[in-house]
Every structure is written in structure tokens, then in C-alpha cells.
């Protein structure tokens, strides 16, 4: 566990699976809502927050949630996973804070965990996605990451992720 002022982020476990979810149902909408359409935001939240995909994440896919509070209410969530695909690298899979409190250098404290977490495990870079149109770019580039590459990822549904993938070595 990190505490950091009134704020701390702690492991999340398969009992945390219902508030990973809410967050993500309260974050998603107002996130994407100028970039993806109401119903591929609907579909993508299906798709990987439902209980039975969040369980297969933590169980299955070796993805370690953390879930960032304030007190005690949860106000964002991270998902990390160390030697992603047997490389060195630390692949962000998910990193969000509820937009209330955002710019408040909390998506800064999560990138900065990440990194400690990747650092514990030698991994030399963290890696993540971006929707190309996220103006969450221009925070993954203020943190220091790079555009390595440009992805489009078909999910189903006639529905794709356009995507950059970001780099930051350490």
C-alpha cells in the first residue's frame, strides 16, 4: 500500500471486481463520449468490465489491479502487467480517476507507481494504449512516454480500437 496525503492506492482483489466496475461505468461516458459513440461506449464496457472479463483479468491474464481512494472511496483504478508478453515491460492496461478528480496529479501518481511496480519486477519500459482522439495524449507525453506506434484493434461488433501505443523507458 502507498498513502500519500489523504489519498492511497492498494491492491485490488476479486472482492473489489463491483467497484472496479462502477468506477468504470461512472468514468467511461463522460471520457469518451466526444470520440466513441454511445453505443461502442456501451459495447466496450461490456466487453471489459463485465464480472466474469474483470475476474478472468485478475485470475487468467495475470493483470493486478490497484484501485486509487480518497479516505475511503474509491476515485480511479490502474491495471498493470509485468513482462507483458515475455518482454521487459510493464503494459498499462487500464488507467483511470474519476473527472471530478482529475488534474489533481493523481494520473501522475498511478504512472509513477507503475513505474516503481516495473522497476520491482526489471522491467525496463512501460507500454500502454491510447485512443488516438483521447486528449489524455498530451498527459501520456507531459509524463514522459513516446508515440513507439499506431495500432487498430478490431473488437467485434464492426467496432475497432484506433489507437497509439505509448512508451516510456526507465
Known amino acids: 500500500m502507498q498513502k500519500t496525503n489523504s489519498f492511497q492506492i492498494i491492491q485490488a482483489a476479486e472482492c473489489d471486481i463491483k467497484t472496479i466496475q462502477e468506477l468504470a ?6 471520457t469518451f463520449k466526444d470520440i466513441l459513440s454511445p453505443e461502442q461506449i456501451a459495447y466496450m ?5 463485465s464480472e466474469d472479463s474483470l475476474a478472468k483479468q485478475l485470475s487468467k491474464f495475470g493483470h493486478r489491479f490497484f484501485l486509487l481512494k480518497e479516505e475511503k472511496t474509491a476515485i480511479g483504478f490502474l491495471s498493470i502487467e509485468t513482462d ?3 518482454s521487459k515491460k510493464t503494459k498499462i492496461h487500464k488507467l483511470y480517476v474519476l473527472p471530478d478528480k482529475q488534474g489533481l496529479g493523481l494520473g ?3 504512472i509513477n507507481f507503475a513505474a516503481e511496480q516495473a522497476l520491482l519486477h526489471n522491467n525496463s519500459a512501460l507500454i500502454l494504449n491510447v485512443n488516438k482522439y483521447n486528449i489524455a495524449t498530451r498527459f501520456y507525453e507531459k509524463m514522459g512516454f513516446e508515440v513507439v506506434a499506431e495500432e487498430k ?4 461488433n ?3 480500437m484506433d489507437d497509439f501505443v505509448f512508451e516510456k523507458k526507465m
Do not use: E, H, V
Open 153 to 156: 484493434i478490431p473488437i467485434g
Open 84 to 86: 507483458y508478453q515475455s
Open 108 to 110: 501522475a501518481k498511478f
Open 45 to 49: 464496457l461490456d466487453m471489459m468490465y
Open 158 to 160: 464492426d467496432f475497432f
Open 25 to 30: 461505468y461512472r468514468i467511461w461516458p463522460p
